[in-house]
């Protein structure tokens, strides 16, 4: 069984950043990664690293200002995000799975509850 706990979500001003935690626990050799979804629009692809940290992609949004690394020693993936816009606003998932399709697409095995990150203008 494989849990994930984000962390690090919140309030942050257009330019600004903000990193945020998935805590892994269980089975944890997965490829892992974001999506986000905003009310009323579709599942949006963030980042995904693979499982010892050595391939990442990106969704088209984050290309640039985003950074996905990993802790395989804390079982912990993180997500740099920098230069913040409203568009940005979303709750943000942790996914986990064996490869980066289904984890970017959001239809991943294991996913967390969620890190609301807002961004005012």
């Known amino acids: 069984q494989v849990q994930l706990v984000e962390s690090g979500g919140g309030s942050v001003q257009a330019g600004g950043s903000l990193r945020l935690s998935c805590a892994a626990s269980?089975?944890?050799?997965?490829?892992m990664g974001w999506f986000r979804q905003a009310p009323g629009k579709e599942r949006e692809a963030v980042a995904c690293?693979?499982?010892?940290?050595?391939?990442?992609e990106y969704g088209d949004s984050a290309k640039g200002r985003f950074t996905i690394s990993r802790d395989n020693a804390k079982n912990t993936v993180y997500l740099h995000m920098n230069s913040l816009k409203p568009d940005d606003t979303a709750m943000y998932y942790c996914?986990?799975?064996?490869?980066?399709?289904?984890?970017?697409?959001?239809?991943?095995?294991?996913r967390g509850q969620g890190t609301q990150v807002t961004v005012s203008s």
């Open positions: 996914a986990a799975d064996v490869g980066c399709r289904a984890v970017l697409a959001g239809a991943a095995n294991h």
């Open positions: 269980g089975y944890t050799a997965y490829y």
């Open positions: 690293i693979s499982s010892r940290g050595g391939t990442s």
